[in-house]
């Protein structure tokens, strides 16, 4: 299995900022994902990290509103631009193994925007 | 598109009982999995147990089995002899494994939070 850390844990921003969140795995995954958890509900897939080319963002999400760099198997970033406090949340990345039928979470950045 | 759906916001269960949390999903792939995350107040996602669709054979973990139902395109979660760390919310996921732009994403179920009491 795969170990995935995040960092920042938590933040607290001001609105109109922006936050990078950043996401490494100790092993290579074969696919990276971003996911964002309002509170008290369920996770919704923002984006599916591709290596070296331009994020697959699901419906309801932009480039740029939240950017996504991943340069190589093991490591990636979110950055969620221009916060407002709507942006408040739990922001998960997850990677699968080369199966797909098991997929590791990090644990998770809060954020809370002012 | 998949949709996975658990009705039970809430559920409770006594300490060293049995408790079984319901789920139901909608797609028109043969090939997938089924999966149970759990997410205790930590926030970490906690794979509990997965299931093929292939597989007829109800996956077990432990104290944690499952009740597939692929006709009714039901999955159940059933944990036998709770303990107080079981007490989390309970997320039921889904994932084609039949390749095309939904391969490896994971589509949630609202989650039902589980209170063992002692």
């Known amino acids: 299995s795969a170990v995935i850390s995040q960092k920042p844990s938590r933040d607290i921003c001001q609105r109109g900022t922006s936050l990078t969140i950043q996401c490494q795995v100790d092993s290579q995954v074969t696919m990276m994902f971003w996911y964002r958890q309002q509170p008290g509900q369920s996770l919704t897939l923002i984006a599916t990290a591709n290596q070296g080319s331009e994020a697959t963002y699901e419906s309801g999400f932009v480039i740029d509103k939240f950017p996504i760099s991943r340069p190589n198997l093991t490591f990636s970033t979110l950055t969620v631009s221009n916060m407002s406090p709507e942006d408040s949340s739990i922001y998960l990345c997850?990677?699968?193994?080369?199966?797909?039928?098991?997929?590791?979470f990090g644990p998770g950045t809060r954020l809370t925007v002012l | 598109a998949q949709t996975v759906t658990q009705s039970q916001p809430e559920m409770s269960v006594q300490e060293a009982e049995t408790v079984t949390l319901s789920c139901t999903y909608d797609t028109s792939e043969s090939d997938y999995y089924l999966f149970w995350y759990k997410q205790p107040p930590s926030r970490q996602m906690i794979l509990v147990i997965r299931?093929?669709?292939?597989?007829?054979q109800n996956a077990t973990e432990n104290r944690f089995s499952v009740n597939f139902q692929k006709a009714a395109k039901s999955f159940s979660l059933k944990i036998s002899d709770s303990q107080l760390g079981d007490a989390a919310m309970y997320f039921c996921a889904y994932t084609n494994n039949a390749g095309g732009t939904s391969y490896g994403k994971l589509t949630f179920g609202q989650g039902t939070i589980l209170t063992v009491h002692p």
């Open positions: 299931q093929e669709a292939y597989k007829q």
């Open positions: 997850s990677g699968t193994g080369a199966a797909h039928n098991e997929q590791f």
